[in-house]
């Protein structure tokens, strides 16, 4: 089975930390993607990657940005933490091939509190 | 309007209930339906994925697409306390990002 496994379950910092969410997974796969959850919202696409050193972004990059420079892994990062960054952020990957709509594999997420 | 709407519930079923879970969506390109299950405190994981119209089933679930309304629906028969979790409709057109709706919140009580 495949495996995304998020650094942090917890994560607490403080207004304008830079912060890193790490996320790697075991299974080669091309696609990774960074969301965030919040109640009412649902997932909203922050960023996502098709290769190694390749970033697109979603729907909400704002105040994020992301790294992937190996391809198993995929950082992202808040610049300078605000309160409205405050969520749950999921990781996701998925093969690449055929329709990108196809099976995501997610991490258990990382509940981020920005105080 | 929101491409996607997703009743947030909570739903609150006894166990042996039939569960109905129901998305509508404004954009007739989606092709592609899913449903993702989510536990508390977990990722979302993929349930049922049904290409254009029809029926798809899988043990006790058994998802719906009605293209013409733009209506999907996901069933679930002899609903199990260890049913309760989010769901998660999602969508997408071909090579496209997914398209989630916000949730809808079950409970099987025993």
């Known amino acids: 089975d495949v495996k995304v496994t998020q650094s942090s379950r917890y994560l607490v910092k403080r207004t304008g930390e830079k912060v890193f969410l790490e996320c790697v997974q075991d299974?080669?796969?091309?696609?990774m993607f960074w969301y965030r959850q919040d109640p009412g919202l649902g997932l909203r696409l922050i960023y996502f990657?098709?290769?190694?050193?390749m970033k697109e972004k979603g729907d909400i990059p704002e105040g994020y940005s992301v790294s992937r420079e190996k391809k198993e892994r995929f950082s992202l990062i808040l610049e300078s933490a605000s309160t409205n960054q405050t969520s749950m952020y999921l990781c996701?990957?998925?093969w690449g091939g055929g329709a990108t709509n196809e099976k995501l594999f997610f991490g258990s997420g990382t509940q981020l509190s920005v105080l | 309007q929101k491409e996607v709407e997703q009743d947030p519930g909570p739903l609150s079923v006894p166990e042996g209930a039939i569960v109905s879970l129901n998305c509508t969506y404004s954009?007739?390109?989606?092709?592609?339906f899913m449903w993702y299950r989510q536990y508390s405190r977990k990722g979302p994981e993929l349930l049922m994925y049904?290409?254009?119209?029809g029926n798809k089933e899988d043990g006790r679930f058994t998802a719906q697409v009605d293209k013409s309304s733009k209506y999907i629906s996901l069933f679930i028969r002899d609903s199990q306390p260890s049913d309760s979790a989010t769901y998660l409709c999602?969508?997408?057109?071909?090579?496209?990002?997914?398209?989630f709706g916000t949730g809808t919140r079950l409970q099987v009580f025993p």
């Open positions: 999602a969508m997408s057109k071909w090579t496209d990002k997914l398209i």
């Open positions: 954009n007739s390109a989606f092709q592609y």
């Open positions: 990657s098709y290769d190694v050193k």
């Open positions: 049904t290409y254009s119209s």
């Open positions: 299974m080669d796969h091309e696609n």
């Open positions: 996701a990957s998925h």
